[in-house]
């Protein structure tokens, strides 16, 4: 029964890759962090930049399947499409919550795996992907990840329906508003009371509040309320610690919600990067992937 839950926690290396939370109908697989080309100032050898650890989802029926975002390098994309066949399923659609590169140029792999599935995703994000492919934001990508990931991937296509059926199992592609990019979506199935939340909400890690500003941030708020009136009892987020205790919406959404705010009052009480760095520390010292404070704060005191 699609409702029963399954948990798998086995571990594959500190580099590899964790099983997280199983549902028979919706399974989520939490990659490992990244280690990101970038030398912080004043950071010791302990301290390297990470990109975050990232949650891919699979829901799956009786025979076909569909996934939700597909990360950013080639070999992300590669341990992806090997997790994706061995549940044995159809694999139609690989859908991708936004534009941001690094849920999309590791589609390859899956890609060349299944090749009926279509890559896509709503009509509002298929421009912000497309200028992740530009010459400018591939050199953005390249200086943290220079030959790690796909500069040819495929683009995700515009999607005619927005309500897919799994195997009489309904989905739903919700686009949302802002978050850390223009035009975000989130997947819902409702039959389990869950949504897959792309990069919206956060789990037990630092925000990428990169360039964010007082307005980007308030519209990253208001689609948290968005999101808050679909009731959810489970959030898979895009972004996730691998030892987060669980997926409990409320939890997720609380959390992000004080995130934001308390990056905001920072800011604004803060003359430096270093002090806006600890003023968001000690709040948060448990959090995963301190280097996404530390871009938000730099990028927040650039003249
Ligand atoms: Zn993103």
Known sequence: MPLTHEVDDSRLGAHGESRGRHHDLVHQRVHQWLQADSEPPGWTAQQQATWPASASTLIAGDRGALLVDALLTTTEGERLAGWVKSWGKNLSTIYITHGHGDHF?????????????????????????????????????????????????????????????????????????????????????????????????????HMWLWNSTPESRAEWLATLDALAAL?????????????????????????????????????????????????????????????????????????
Do not use: C, M
């Open 231 to 303: 009731r959810p009892e489970k959030i898979i987020t895009g972004r996730r610690d691998p030892d987060a205790p669980n997926d409990d919406a409320q939890r997720v959404l609380a959390q992000s919600r004080r995130y934001i705010e308390d990056f905001d009052t920072a800011v604004t009480r803060s003359g430096s990067v270093v002090q806006l760095v600890d003023a968001t520390t000690q709040r948060y010292s448990a959090y995963g992937n301190p280097y996404g404070l530390l871009a938000a704060a730099a990028t927040r005191f650039e003249s």
């Open 105 to 205: 140029f590791g589609a390859g792999p899956s890609l060349d795996a299944f090749p009926q599935a279509q890559l896509v995703t709503l009509p509002e994000v298929v421009d912000d992907a497309r200028e992740q492919q530009s010459p400018e934001a591939l050199a953005t990508w390249n200086s943290w990840f220079k030959g790690q990931f796909d500069e040819k991937s495929a683009t995700p296509t515009a999607l005619i329906s927005d309500e897919p059926e799994i195997d009489g199992h309904v989905v739903r592609f919700i686009g949302l508003g802002g978050s850390d990019g223009v035009d975000n979506t989130v997947v819902r199935v409702p039959e389990l009371s869950t949504v897959v939340s792309g990069d919206v909400v956060y789990n037990n890690l």
